[in-house]
């Protein structure tokens, strides 16, 4: 069974910055696509970002330019890095990781950790 444990979260007044970090168990991290969610009260969970098992990453429109997602497969981690924080950046960030074995897909989810901006 795959865990993923996010770790970074905090409160952060606007414009300044946090780092995220999902922590993937097992062996296959390599394979793995992963990504961060954000889901905010009262609003559905969106995507924020999202890393390939090649490295080529997509960001949500809202975040281009202020947040950069990374891996490092030595680590079984994913990272998301994020500046110029906005009030609205306030939310639950979830780490999220896919693949695809044997012609099965797997999706997994972490705990959350959460993210406060203050203005």
């Known amino acids: 069974q795959v865990q993923l444990v996010e770790s970074g979260g905090g409160l952060v007044q606007a414009g300044g910055s946090l780092r995220l970090s999902c922590v993937v168990s097992?062996?296959?991290?390599?394979?793995?696509?992963m990504a961060w969610y954000r889901q905010a009260p009262g609003k559905q969970r969106e995507l924020v970002a999202g890393?390939?098992?090649?490295?080529?990453?997509n960001y949500a429109d809202s975040v281009k330019g202020r947040f950069t997602i990374s891996r490092d497969n030595a680590k079984n981690t994913v990272y998301l890095q994020m500046n110029s924080l906005k009030p609205e950046d306030t939310a639950i960030y979830y780490c999220?990781?896919?693949?695809?074995?044997?012609?099965?897909?797997?999706?997994?989810w972490g705990q959350g950790t959460q993210v406060t901006v203050s203005s």
């Open positions: 999220n990781a896919q693949y695809t074995m044997y012609r099965t897909d797997y999706d997994y």
């Open positions: 890393i390939s098992s090649v490295s080529s990453t």
């Open positions: 097992g062996n296959i991290f390599s394979i793995m696509a």
